[in-house]
């Protein structure tokens, strides 16, 4: 085996399943990053109004935090790498709606008042799909690799997560820009059926439940009552859900780019990936060189920080300055999203993986759309800019709160 795998923390990557499961996750990803870029761009050239954002996050929190639960219900007893698949290939059907909304021939032929409506719907049905498909993915990892190398397989994942979510992001920009909103959409297609060949190399996992009969509403408010008994990985949860919700300036990135900073749909592009850029290069960092003391905080330090990059970005009226704010946010969620996610694996028994992860993805996943929904009402009612710095400063609150009322979060290590 080639000595770059030798490292103990590059050691899942010599799994071949597990290469093939990043690979998937990858380009799903990328091409869901894809799909949210690009119909954002579209919603705001057809209203000019950051509202019809926030309510497209909205669309998609609805089915995530209504089917969070069951879904975890419905992971622990089905094979999870069979629902990834279908999960992707239903994916790849709401990527052919969108391909068809945005078509000359549909717009020219349908009258409406509201175009905005077809966007809403496809993106409530991606909303309930990523409620399985997201638990999913976290899920499976511990049937991919050795207990004793999860945290590193966790960390490789994350960080594939985010160089995907970066990808995604900024070529979204470069796609718009070279071929229009409507052939970029073809591009996502390609993307999700890639990954969808890819899922479908590995294979077939067991099912991993030790109580088999339990029904429905049991099993989830078992998956539920570990989590609220579990005082860390609640605190960090909820650390991070607030922070999200109220830091959530990125979903107003379309009229900052088109209004304030005026840099057209590349500058979008990256602006749109700083954040993930900044978390990339955090996460790869503690991928091979792992924090050894101290997580708990440096999880505190590192979403008051994430706070105040929010306030600058508000602030910003220079491109490069703003750019630099929201990529140091990135690093500071990507400490966030190391903690969080290993205190998530390495304290979840096999059989709740589902449920947990679902509990996690319905509080810290769907809290991304809550918090653009967040974003855009809040620019209607304070404006855009005070908006962000509200949200920015909010956050900064909570970090205060949550040093004083969850001491064992703070003082955590792991």
Same mark, same amino acid.
């Given at each position: ?215 429905? @509403? ?26 999200? $919700? ?10 900052? =780019? ?11 592009? @990256? ?17 091979? @060189? ?27 009226? $220079?491109? @490069?300055?703003?750019?630099? =704010? ?89």
């Amino acid at each position: 085996m080639p000595s770059f795998f030798q490292k103990q923390s590059l050691q899942p990557l010599q799994i071949s399943e597990y290469r093939y499961f990043l690979a998937a996750r990858f380009f799903l990803i990328m091409s869901l990053r894809m799909l949210g870029t690009v119909a954002a761009y579209k919603l705001f050239m057809m209203t000019q109004d950051s509202f019809s954002i926030g309510l497209a996050g909205l669309s998609e929190f609805v089915p995530v935090f209504l089917l969070a639960l069951y879904a975890g219900h419905v992971i622990d007893k089905s094979d999870k790498r069979t629902l990834i698949l279908r999960s992707i290939l239903l994916y790849s059907v709401c990527v052919i709606a969108m391909i068809v909304i945005t078509s000359p021939g549909f717009q020219n032929r349908v009258h409406t008042t509201s175009p905005a409506l077809y966007f809403y719907i496809v993106i409530f049905f991606t909303g309930a799909i990523r409620a399985f498909a997201g638990p999913s993915f976290s899920a499976i990892i511990s049937q991919l690799v050795p207990r004793e190398i999860l945290h590193y397989a966790t960390n490789i994942s994350s960080t594939t997560w985010l160089a995907a979510s970066i990808t995604g992001h900024a070529s979204a920009g470069f796609f718009i820009a070279g071929f229009g909103v409507h052939i970029t959409f073809y591009i996502i297609l390609v993307y999700v059926l890639l990954s969808a060949f890819l899922i479908s190399r590995i294979g077939k996992k067991p099912i991993v439940n030790t109580q088999k009969n339990i029904k429905a @509403w049991d099993s989830v408010k078992d998956g539920l009552r570990f989590v609220l008994n579990n005082k860390i990985m609640l605190g960090a949860i909820s650390l991070d859900l607030f922070a999200v $919700l109220f830091g959530g300036a990125v979903a107003l990135i379309p009229e900052f =780019a088109e209004k304030i900073l005026m840099v057209g749909p590349i500058g979008f592009g @990256w602006l749109n990936a700083a954040m993930d850029i900044g978390s990339v290069l955090v996460i790869s960092t503690l991928t091979l @060189w792992p924090m050894k003391n101290k997580q708990g905080y440096r999880l505190m330090y590192a979403v008051a920080g994430f706070g105040i990059c929010i306030v600058i970005f508000g602030f910003s009226r $220079l491109y @490069w300055l703003s750019f630099m =704010a929201l990529m140091i946010a990135g690093m500071m969620d990507g400490i966030s999203v190391i903690v969080r996610g290993t205190v998530l694996q390495l304290t979840t028994p096999d059989d709740k993986r589902g449920r947990v992860s679902s509990v996690n993805s319905m509080f810290i996943n769907s809290s991304n759309e809550l918090g653009q929904f967040e974003s855009g009402f809040m620019a209607r009612a304070l404006g855009t800019v005070p908006s962000v710095i509200f949200g920015g400063a909010m956050t900064l609150l909570v970090v205060i709160i949550t040093w004083f009322k969850a001491p064992e979060l703070r003082k955590f290590e792991y």
